[in-house]
């Protein structure tokens, strides 16, 4: 969808539904405007953040998902209990496991919780650092500082 339909199409929402409305991410990057140059944001610089932000949301995720399959290969006892313990909550004549069926399988639970002890996602997200001095509160906090703090 181009910028131009996405405007037409959130002015459209707005008078169908008013009050309920609600506004999305890219409706908010529509009304973003860079400073620095006083323009509105290109489309190729919106894509670029929603990539980002939908990124960030499914990366650490998708990487614990790995490591916790990964898990289950190097260690198929703890594979074949998991099969068991699924094959004595769903019926015969089923396929796939009903999100109600999930509370009966505390084992699922403890691998999952154990594949999030070991590989915790938080390693995978990006530090955070200053890049220059600023004032948070009563607090100066000066790049060269912060360095020390994270390089002992």
């Known amino acids: 969808m181009a910028k131009e ?12 539904y008013g009050d309920e409305y609600v506004l999305s991410y890219v409706d908010t990057l529509l009304d ?11 489309e190729e610089e919106m894509v670029s953040l929603c990539s980002e932000f939908l990124n960030a949301g499914t990366d650490t995720t998708s990487t614990a998902l790995q490591w916790i399959m990964a898990n ?7 594979q074949e209990k998991l099969f068991m313990e699924m094959k004595g909550v769903v019926q015969d004549d089923e396929e796939r496991i009903k999100e109600e069926e999930l509370q009966k399988m505390p084992y699922l ?4 919780l154990e594949g999030l002890r070991r590989h915790p996602p938080a390693h995978f997200v ?3 650092a200053v890049t220059e001095d600023v004032v948070l509160g009563k607090y100066a906090i000066r790049v060269a500082e ?3 703090l994270m390089d002992p």
């Open 5 to 16: 339909e996405r405007v037409n199409k959130s002015k459209e929402d707005m008078k169908d």
């Open 109 to 112: 639970k403890a691998v999952i």
């Open 146 to 148: 912060a360095r020390k």
């Open 32 to 42: 973003l405007e860079v400073s620095e140059e006083k323009r509105k944001l290109k």
């Open 126 to 128: 990006l530090p955070h």
């Open 72 to 78: 289950l290969v190097k260690y198929p006892q703890t």
